[in-house]
C-alpha cells in the first residue's frame, strides 16, 4: 500500500474550527495510508508583489512543505460565499514569483464543512478555480459539501455515525485513487 504525504490547508485561523476538526477526521481515516503535514498560514503575510523579489521567509517555508507533499487537500469554510482572504492570500504567495510555483502539478482535493445547509459548496466552487488557475490538478468528484452538526465530529477527530465516517472514508478513498492516477508513468 503507498502512503502518501498531504500538504494541509486549513482555511479557518480559529481555534475551535470545525473545518480544523473536519481535516483531522480525514487524517485518521486515512491511517497508515497518509501523513498530514499541516501548512500554517497565519503568519504568512498578506501577499504583495513588491515581495517577490525578497520572499517572506514565511512563505518559503510553505512553499517547501508543498514541494515536499505528494498531493494537497483544502479543507476551508465558506466565507460571504467565497473562500476566507487568509487562504487566498496563502495560495497566492506559494504561486509567485513567476516561474516559482509551488502548486504546479499537484494532485489536490477540496472538502468543507459549514453549519449552512449548502455546506461550503460556493467557496469550494472559487476554490476549484483558483486550483486550475494555479495549476493544481483539482479531483473532479466526489464533491463533499459537509452540513455540519454539533456532535458529529470531536476535536480529536472522532467521527460520531457511522453514515458520516463511511462519506469521508469514500473521500479519501478516492483521493488517494485520484492522487494514484496522478503519479508520473
Ligand atoms: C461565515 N459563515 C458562512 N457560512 C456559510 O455557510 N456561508 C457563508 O457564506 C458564510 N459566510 C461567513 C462569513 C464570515 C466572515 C464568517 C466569519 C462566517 C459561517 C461559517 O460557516 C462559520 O463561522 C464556520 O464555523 C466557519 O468555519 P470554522 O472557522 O469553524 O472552520
Same mark, same amino acid.
Given at each position: 500500500m503507498s502512503h502518501y504525504k498531504i500538504a494541509v490547508f486549513v482555511g479557518s485561523l480559529r481555534k475551535e474550527s470545525i473545518n480544523r476538526r473536519l481535516a483531522h477526521a480525514l487524517e485518521k481515516l486515512a491511517g497508515d495510508q497518509a501523513s498530514f503535514d499541516y501548512i500554517r498560514? &497565519? =503568519?504568512? $503575510?498578506?501577499?504583495?508583489? =513588491?515581495?517577490?523579489?525578497?520572499? $517572506?521567509a514565511q512563505g518559503t517555508r510553505m512553499k517547501h512543505q508543498v514541494a515536499a507533499a505528494d498531493a494537497v487537500l483544502f479543507v476551508t469554510p465558506e466565507y460571504n460565499r467565497s473562500i476566507p482572504g487568509v487562504l487566498k492570500s496563502a495560495i497566492d504567495t506559494g504561486s509567485r514569483p513567476h516561474g516559482d510555483?509551488?502548486?504546479?502539478g499537484k494532485p489536490a482535493a477540496v472538502i468543507g464543512t459549514s453549519?449552512?445547509?449548502?455546506?461550503t459548496a460556493m467557496a469550494q466552487q472559487h476554490l476549484r478555480n483558483v486550483m486550475v488557475a494555479v495549476g493544481l490538478a483539482a479531483m $473532479?468528484? $466526489?464533491e463533499a459539501f459537509v452540513q455540519f452538526k454539533e456532535g458529529?465530529?470531536?476535536? &480529536?477527530?472522532?467521527?460520531?455515525s457511522e453514515g458520516t465516517q463511511k462519506f469521508l472514508q469514500g473521500f479519501m478513498d478516492a483521493f488517494f485513487d485520484w492522487i494514484r492516477t496522478q503519479q508520473p508513468k
Amino acid at each position: 500500500m503507498s502512503h502518501y504525504k498531504i500538504a494541509v490547508f486549513v482555511g479557518s485561523l480559529r481555534k475551535e474550527s470545525i473545518n480544523r476538526r473536519l481535516a483531522h477526521a480525514l487524517e485518521k481515516l486515512a491511517g497508515d495510508q497518509a501523513s498530514f503535514d499541516y501548512i500554517r498560514i &497565519d =503568519d504568512i $503575510p498578506l501577499y504583495n508583489q =513588491d515581495h517577490d523579489s525578497q520572499f $517572506p521567509a514565511q512563505g518559503t517555508r510553505m512553499k517547501h512543505q508543498v514541494a515536499a507533499a505528494d498531493a494537497v487537500l483544502f479543507v476551508t469554510p465558506e466565507y460571504n460565499r467565497s473562500i476566507p482572504g487568509v487562504l487566498k492570500s496563502a495560495i497566492d504567495t506559494g504561486s509567485r514569483p513567476h516561474g516559482d510555483n509551488a502548486f504546479q502539478g499537484k494532485p489536490a482535493a477540496v472538502i468543507g464543512t459549514s453549519f449552512g445547509s449548502a455546506g461550503t459548496a460556493m467557496a469550494q466552487q472559487h476554490l476549484r478555480n483558483v486550483m486550475v488557475a494555479v495549476g493544481l490538478a483539482a479531483m $473532479p468528484r $466526489p464533491e463533499a459539501f459537509v452540513q455540519f452538526k454539533e456532535g458529529m465530529i470531536e476535536a &480529536d477527530g472522532s467521527v460520531a455515525s457511522e453514515g458520516t465516517q463511511k462519506f469521508l472514508q469514500g473521500f479519501m478513498d478516492a483521493f488517494f485513487d485520484w492522487i494514484r492516477t496522478q503519479q508520473p508513468k
